[in-house]
């Protein structure tokens, strides 16, 4: 059974400039959050989707959005980059909404912004 | 809103000693009490979880405890082996938000 599929991996972005990352669940999970991890705050949430509805938002401003598609599939945009958005961004799956099992990490999209 | 406050930030234990790592929460609501690991270059996975209505929990060489009145859990490894380094997060939720982590514990197993 495949895993969670995070694309692309690692990116390299100047400040001003926009950025999608993609994350395909694994299949039968209808739920996907999205964190960002740096290495001083940890993973901060940013926003859950369940059945392509936002379910959950993060403190984070409205330059970071995101969304779900009908196949479950979520992408999520950063415009505006800043350079304290290089972080690693972390997508998560489950089978059902809110947290109510394990969440299933993909490795990640490095985001780096110079 | 939550708040989950992990410590140590670093850790160094032999090969074979016990390592233990200690979190609070702040939100009496929480219930669900998961830790995950997250080794070099992936994203972190879960090793065990606690809910509240259970004060112990154990898999082999790993065991987390709650104190519900204290609004602490700890991760307990025994026996620990070099493929034990890694990052490890503990997590807090109500079951209606989701899932606030503290900041990690960066274990080295020293052979």
């Known amino acids: 059974k495949a895993g969670v599929t995070q694309t692309p991996r690692y990116l390299i972005k100047t400040r001003g400039q926009q950025v999608t990352l993609s994350c395909s669940p694994i299949s039968g999970h209808r739920s996907v959050s999205w964190y960002q991890q740096t290495p001083g705050q940890g993973l901060q949430f940013l926003f859950e989707?369940?059945?392509?509805?936002?379910?959950n938002k993060g403190n984070f401003p409205g330059r970071f959005s995101g969304r779900q598609f009908s196949n479950s599939r979520s992408e999520m945009n950063v415009s505006t980059l800043e350079l304290g958005d290089s972080a690693l961004y972390l997508c998560?799956?489950?089978?059902?909404?809110?947290?109510?099992?394990?969440?299933?990490f993909g490795e990640g999209s490095r985001l780096t912004v110079l | 809103g939550e708040n989950v406050e992990q410590h140590p930030s670093t850790l160094s234990v032999q090969e074979g000693d016990s390592a233990v790592i200690k979190c609070t929460y702040s939100?009496?609501?929480?219930?669900?009490f998961p830790w995950y690991k997250q080794e070099l270059g992936k994203g972190p996975q879960l090793i065990i979880d606690i809910r509240s209505n259970v004060g112990e929990k154990k898999d082999q060489r790993i065991a987390v405890t709650l104190n519900k009145t204290a609004k602490h859990f700890s991760l307990h490894i025994t026996e620990t082996q070099p493929e034990d380094s890694a990052v490890y997060f503990c997590a807090a939720s109500s079951g209606n938000t989701p899932l606030v982590f503290g900041k990690g514990t960066r274990l080295s197993v020293i052979a």
């Open positions: 998560a799956s489950s089978r059902g909404q809110l947290n109510t099992g394990e969440l299933f």
């Open positions: 989707y369940f059945s392509e509805t936002q379910r």
């Open positions: 939100d009496s609501a929480s219930n669900y």
